[in-house]
């Protein structure tokens, strides 16, 4: 069957996907698995995020798929703060890093990332046990504090924040290094990151392997179709309408029509063309600037991908294109215009690419589709509610702004929990 034709014999379908999301890639993949009709409309783009890290839930879903061929080694990161350049590399003891650069304070913050790393998979194991995320309203609250007390998880710690955590540090080069970590990774201040979440970034982070992102690309794929689930162009999609029973119907060019039980929206722009359904409320989005090309003049030691500390810290990508070798400059920094942002991001980098006439190369400063962080300081307590919305909406969402926070993550916890909830729904085995 290609990959945008609709088989002629079937048009109705227990779920349809629409968009492109990991979350969704990965919800069609375990949904059809489990022996649910499922059916796709997506265009042929998938991009994995730059910035992609494994987890514990994510080698147990590569286990169910089969997919060991899509795991490589971790991401190396560098992260670099006035006074340190610390690398977290793959297979070097992180422990002589910290010694070099942080000699006053590297079993403080070695402590602090060993516990962050247990306290992760503790998380995790929880989460994956529990179908996922906790169900919005009062009583998921309490079931997810009973499984927390149960899983040796404080419950604390899913509203305690970061910079609340590190007041105790007792040196300040450890506790700005820990700082500018994980809020740089994940775009979010100190006072609004929580514990748990640096737990399961951590877990993420400081794992040994990693996962190869166009292979488990290439892996979804192939198991959607392996399993018989439909695919069709996104471009053939004029509309998506919700009967008065609540069944999804897809209308596509050429007057065809499909229906499915359940509908999964993996973007906003998707959710945009539901009748009279409004999209998922819009998060403050982040800015990214993407500089010309660099030629020679980036030095060797300079990593891939770097954490930058900054107010806010900066997360930069370099990245090979058509035009040559570019930084991609990310950062949650709100409330500038687009001249104060370049000339400040400039002002920041300079010690970094002195040769590099920064200024003049930032080709655009644009709001990108991910986002930053909603003001609320519980997110991962929280966050089901975007996965289902109310007000009458009459499908669930899967887009990559569920727990941007924690990157790569967010999207497999999303996936997760919609998919305990759908294969439940469709009377099928759970993960």
């Known amino acids: 069957m290609s990959s945008n034709t609709l088989p002629a014999d079937q048009s109705h379908y227990d779920i349809a996907i629409v968009g492109n999301s990991l979350a969704a890639r990965l919800t069609a993949a375990l949904a059809t698995k489990k022996g649910c009709r499922v059916i796709t409309t997506a265009a042929d783009n998938e991009q994995s995020p730059s910035w992609f890290t494994s987890s514990l839930l994510l080698e147990r879903i590569l286990d169910f798929l089969d997919g060991n061929s899509c795991r490589t080694s971790s991401l190396p990161i560098q992260v670099i703060t006035p006074q340190q350049r610390i690398d977290l590399r793959p297979r070097r003891p992180l422990l002589d890093e910290l010694r070099r650069e942080l000699p006053q304070s590297h079993q403080e913050v070695e402590k602090f990332l060993a516990t962050m790393f247990v306290l992760g998979e503790q998380i995790e194991e929880m989460l994956w046990d529990a179908g996922g995320l906790p169900c919005p309203g009062f009583i998921g609250r309490q079931k997810f504090r009973f499984r927390s007390f149960r899983g040796d998880v404080p419950f604390r710690l899913f509203k305690q924040t970061l910079k609340e955590r590190l007041a105790g540090f007792t040196d300040a080069a450890g506790r700005n290094f820990i700082s500018t970590l994980f809020s740089g990774f994940s775009l979010t201040s100190p006072s609004r990151l929580t514990v748990a979440e640096c737990a399961l970034i951590w877990s993420g982070l400081g794992r040994q392997t990693g996962v190869f992102p166009t292979g488990?690309?290439?892996?979804?794929?192939?198991?959607?179709?392996?399993?018989?689930?439909?695919?069709?162009?996104?471009?053939?999609?004029?509309?998506i309408r919700i009967d008065k029973n609540g069944k999804t119907q897809l209308l596509f060019t050429g007057e065809r029509i499909v229906t499915a039980d359940h509908l999964v929206i993996a973007d906003r722009i998707a959710a945009a063309l539901c009748e009279q359904q409004s999209p998922p409320a819009n998060s403050p989005p982040y800015h990214t600037l993407l500089t010309a090309p660099l030629a020679d003049k980036v030095s060797p030691l300079l990593m891939s991908h770097v954490i930058m500390a900054g107010s806010p810290p900066l997360r930069?990508?370099?990245e090979q294109s058509s035009a040559g070798l570019r930084c991609r400059v990310e950062t949650a920094a709100t409330g500038r215009d687009n001249m104060a942002l370049t000339d400040e991001i400039e002002k920041t980098l300079t010690p970094l690419l002195p040769f590099v006439p920064l200024h003049p190369t930032v080709q655009e400063v644009s709001k990108t589709g991910l986002s930053i962080r909603t003001n609320d300081s519980a997110s991962l307590l929280n966050a089901s509610a975007k996965i289902f919305p109310g007000e009458g909406r009459q499908y669930f969402y899967a887009g990559t702004d569920i727990l941007p926070g924690i990157g790569t993550s967010g999207e497999v916890l999303t996936a997760v929990t919609l998919c305990d909830f759908l294969l439940k729904a469709c009377k099928k085995q759970e993960l």
């Open 316 to 318: 930069l990508t370099l």
């Open 216 to 239: 488990l690309d290439e892996l979804l794929r192939h198991r959607t179709k392996q399993f018989h689930g439909a695919r069709t162009d996104y471009a053939e999609l004029k509309r």
